[in-house]
């Protein structure tokens, strides 16, 4: 089955090269990578233009200005939904999802998963060298949503998934308004509601060694108040 890993960028100059050069070892023929990029001040859209020149596998979408991980994510799948992909992923490109995982994640879903999310808090998975803050507030959106939402998932934040076609298409991605932690919980949720699959694979979260977190405040504080809602809207 064919994949795009879609990969949204912003501020990411250090990594991405790595990470595509990563990637390349992982994919298989006719698997391809989606750079979303929203306009970042460090250039890293003209190096994802000049690297998407040299690798065939590799394309580029350029958003005109930062609008959050869902908006771009939904650019993405789009596209790549488009292009024909039978398997969407999404991850970060800062190394947290380590791209040696991404087989893992396809293997599940070609093995009858609908949606395979790595996971840190399931049996096996882990969390590196993160700091306390950022651990708790992981862990405690975690019990958050597990307190309104009956997902049956560990790691309903999380942000290293692999979906099948027919679930994006069902789900009706496009209507989704979340930006931030709150679009992973939103999408996880929708399939959910709809039968499919789920299954969670364990892997090993690190924090970032290059370029800086583009968490904020307003991120989690959209968390707080939509999980509510969709227990209410459904
Ligand atoms: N295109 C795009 N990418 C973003 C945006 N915000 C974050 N990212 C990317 O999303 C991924 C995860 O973001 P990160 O800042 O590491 O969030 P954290 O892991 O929660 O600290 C990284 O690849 C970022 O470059 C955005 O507004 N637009
Ligand atoms: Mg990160």
């Known amino acids: 089955m064919r994949a795009t890993v879609c990969l949204p960028t912003y501020d990411e100059r250090a990594n991405l090269e790595p990470m595509l050069q990563a990637l390349a070892e992982v994919l298989r023929e006719g698997d391809r990578v989606l750079v979303i990029d929203d306009n970042s001040p460090d250039g890293t859209g003209e190096l994802a233009d000049r690297l998407a020149e040299e690798h065939e596998f590799v394309s580029v979408l350029h958003r005109p200005h930062k609008d959050g991980l869902g908006p771009a994510y939904l650019a993405g799948f789009r596209r790549a939904l488009a292009e024909g ?16 995982d991404v087989p893992r994640l396809i293997a599940a879903v070609e093995d009858g998963a609908d949606l ?11 969390v590196g060298n993160w700091g306390l803050a950022r651990r708790v507030i992981s862990r405690g959106g975690s019990i958050y949503a597990a307190l309104f939402l009956r997902l049956g998932v560990k790691d309903p934040t999380a942000g290293f998934k692999c979906f099948r076609r027919t679930v994006l298409e069902a789900i009706d991605p496009e209507t989704i308004t979340s930006r931030g932690y709150a679009f992973q919980i939103e999408t996880t949720f929708r399939a959910k509601r709809d039968g499919f699959r789920i299954v969670e694979v364990p892997i090993t979260f690190d924090d970032r060694t290059q370029g800086a977190s583009k968490m904020s405040r307003w991120i989690v504080f959209e968390a707080v108040w939509r999980v509510p809602l969709l227990r209410l809207r459904g």
């Open 85 to 100: 992909a039978e398997l969407v992923l999404e991850m970060d490109c800062d190394f947290s999802h380590d791209p040696a």
């Open 116 to 126: 395979a999310i790595g996971s840190r808090y399931t049996a096996g998975g882990h």
